[in-house]
């Protein structure tokens, strides 16, 4: 049973930094994309960035140069350090598991990021 937990989220000032976790159990990493996705007040859940094997494959543009994805695979443990934050970034983050050739997979509960101006 896939079981994905994430934290980190909190309320911060424009300009600031913010690294969350998403803590997975019932995932291989080698075998799983990893994502996160977020999901602002009034708007569709929308991926941020994505990974496979603890390597990123693909950022939105909107995060290019200022979010980074990685992964602990040793642990079970996906990170998004987001730096630069701005008020357009505040949303409710999950953390997504999908299998590379069965797409099965499960979402976390999400933690909500803040980014006052």
């Known amino acids: 049973q896939i079981r994905l937990v994430e934290s980190g989220g909190g309320l911060v000032e424009s300009g600031d930094s913010l690294t969350l976790s998403c803590a997975a159990s019932?995932?291989?990493?080698?075998?799983?994309?990893m994502s996160w996705y977020r999901q602002a007040p009034g708007n569709q859940r929308e991926l941020v960035a994505k990974s496979f094997n603890g390597n990123p494959t693909k950022y939105t543009d909107s995060v290019k140069g200022r979010f980074t994805i990685s992964a602990d695979t040793a642990k079970n443990m996906l990170f998004l350090q987001m730096n630069n934050l701005k008020p357009e970034d505040t949303a409710v983050y999950y953390c997504?598991?999908?299998?590379?050739?069965?797409?099965?997979?499960?979402w976390g509960q999400g933690t909500q990021v803040t980014v006052s101006p």
């Open positions: 997504n598991a999908q299998h590379f050739l069965t797409e099965a997979g499960g």
């Open positions: 019932g995932v291989a990493f080698h075998v799983y994309v």
